[in-house]
Nanobody, 125 residues
Framework: QVQLVESGGGSVQAGGSLRLSCAASGSTYSSYCMGWFRQAPGNERAGVALIDRDGSTSYADSVKGRFTISQDNAKNTVYLQMNSLKPEDTAMYYC???????????????????WGQGTQVTVSS
């Protein structure tokens, strides 16, 4: 089992940047596929980015070139660097872990069996 705690959300103006962090504890962190998902009010939870066990990454088309996912195995932490933020990026952002096949590079929500509580990101125009 793994526990996930997100941090780093907040309010920012369009064009600004935020870095989200996801601290993992409770199990062998490097054996998981890690993902970031987001959910805006009235919308389904959707994949944003993932980093697989081998370090390969994948992004939703809407964030390619603006967001970067990375990990620090020594700190058991995954990051999501978000640049050039847009109002449509406003959502609750969730960190997730998959302890089995995660279907990378596809961001498949049902593949992830551990979830954090989320951190709110609000981008104003």
């Amino acid at each position: 089992q793994v526990q996930l705690v997100e941090s780093g959300g907040g309010s920012v103006q369009a064009g600004g940047s935020l870095r989200l962090s996801c601290a993992a504890s409770g199990s062998t962190y490097s054996s998981y596929c890690m993902g970031w998902f987001r959910q805006a009010p009235g919308n389904e939870r959707a994949g944003v980015a993932l980093i697989d066990r081998d370090g390969s990454t994948s992004y939703a088309d809407s964030v390619k070139g603006r967001f970067t996912i990375s990990q620090d195995n020594a700190k058991n932490t995954v990051y999501l660097q978000m640049n050039s933020l847009k109002p449509e990026d406003t959502a609750m952002y969730y960190c997730a872990a998959a302890d089995a096949y995660c279907f990378a590079p596809t961001l498949l929500k049902r593949a992830y069996n551990y979830w954090g509580q989320g951190t709110q990101v609000t981008v104003s125009s």
